[in-house]
């Protein structure tokens, strides 16, 4: 195993008297692609925000064992239209961790963000308004925001969900060339498995408030997953790309 | 127009009005952006509430207008962020409905009696002296220092309060700092231009410019520069015309917006 950069223990998450997850036990690894899947409510959410430190474990501990510097996109909606805001403005909300409370961004701020904006393919956005893009622009605009941080983790809240299927194509591909390239670590939360089973190395399963954490070899296969949901399911491969599908009759089958 | 500013009074007046509206309606984008306007009237309420406590007790309004203010400051701060029974929004206007009915309370039962109501209302810009307008100058101009220095922290919570966390922007100080100042420029804004006066810079200004700015610094420089054209139009209508001054003020304030919301709607029209 790599080097592990978080460790999850026995962790135990909530708001107020209610419980979202039970004793989450998992260990996110430098360079590792971690896909955590699950269905609205499940809890994908709130364990992003308990790694922010957003959210204390109710019990357990979460153990970060070096200093982690964590780009965060969130979902496109977290930004109000509101905002008169350009793309890069956006972008370079990502560069006050280098000056802190009093920041003022230098030359080399500016260029920072120009760079991230190139690298993830929206240099000719930077200066319109961020509320007249695209979701998939959006999207891209939050990415080059939290690349801008120079992070080790990329932590990612439903990046592709309302987006068409060739920008959600387009999004992921762009995760992965992020990955392979920079190295950077990359959680995403979605709700759909099979997003996340061509992409991630390693897969987190929300269910019944309970966490079913592994690598995608152990974790991708008809037994694994009709034990972790309790319904027959099967993986198959149609031209090198995985389908997960529910087993049934006509009707009942459904992409997981 | 320069006939008005042969008189002492009404250049305090003029210029209380058009510190207090620039500082306002700067603080003001913050509110709109962060959708607490309904904290910004029961903070102008309180703060009223506070002035008649004041009076009606023969202290100070400025200090009773203040400490009222940064209860209200300190309460909304201490409110459970998770709403269970009852909703942050239904607290607050309970507070702003309370408050308002004690400061005509206060006002009616103290020695100097219902002839303080309008002023507590629309404030007393014509009785501005000297001492009072360095005063409301000198807490107007920490405010926006303080906003001034900690710019992006204030942009970035506002924003995007979960990513700013992620940078390491400590959120709850920056929130706590943010209303501390919406309270201290509400307290010292109070008595010179009573509640809806400061509830209308708060407001008013800021809505037209986020109606046209494509960037936030022209947000803020539209807004500053409505509520200086409301406060001297809005004066120098009253001087001309004897009108109230407040009611004035606020008038030409709201047809600038309404200006600027009707011009917006009909461009975006003709665009298509």
Known sequence: MSEILVSVENVTLGYGRKTVLRDVTMQIGAGEFWGFVGPNGSGKTTLIRALLGLLNPKQGKIVWHKKVRIGYVPQREALDDLLPMTALDIVLMGRIRKGGFLHRFSPNDFEAANQVMEQVGIADLVSLPFRELSGGQKQRVLIARALATEPDLLLLDEPTNGLDLPTEHAIMELLRKIHTEQGVTIVFVTHLLSLAANSATHLALFHDGRVTAGEISELLTDQQLSATYQTPITVHELNGYKVVMVQGSKERVRNA | ?272
């Open chain 2, 1 to 272: 127009m320069l006939e008005m500013l042969k008189h002492d009074f009404l250049r305090h007046a003029l210029a209380a009005a058009m510190i207090a509206g620039a500082s306002l309606s700067f603080v003001g984008v913050y509110v709109i952006l962060r959708r607490i306007v309904f904290v910004g009237a029961a903070l102008a309420q309180l703060g009223a509430a506070g002035v008649g406590l004041a009076l009606l007790m023969g202290q100070s309004p400025l200090l009773g207008g203040t400490v009222a203010v940064f209860a209200g400051v300190f309460g909304f701060i201490l409110m459970p962020q998770q709403e269970r029974v009852v909703s942050r929004e239904s607290l607050l206007g309970a507070t702003y409905a309370l408050a308002s009915a004690l400061a005509l309370l206060f006002v009616a039962l103290s020695p100097v009696g219902e002839a303080h109501i309008t002023a507590l209302l629309f404030g007393d810009l014509l009785a501005v002296g000297h001492g009072d307008m360095e005063l409301l100058a000198a807490a107007c101009l920490f405010v926006v220092f303080i906003h001034f220095i900690a710019y992006h922290a204030f942009v970035a919570v506002t924003v995007d309060p979960t990513f700013a966390h992620s940078v390491g922007v400590k959120e709850r100080w920056v929130n706590l700092l943010f209303y501390l100042s919406l309270g201290a420029l509400i307290g010292a804004c109070i008595r010179a231009i009573g509640a809806l006066v400061v509830f209308a810079f708060l407001v008013l200004p800021p809505i037209a410019g986020l109606l046209w700015a494509k960037r936030l610094q022209t947000a803020f420089g539209i807004a500053i520069a409505i509520a200086l054209i409301s406060a001297i139009w809005g004066l120098w209508l009253s001087f001309a015309h004897d009108l109230p001054a407040g009611p004035s003020v606020v008038a030409v304030c709201g047809g600038l917006t309404l200006l600027a919301a009707v011009a917006r709607w009909a461009t975006n029209l003709r665009l298509g």
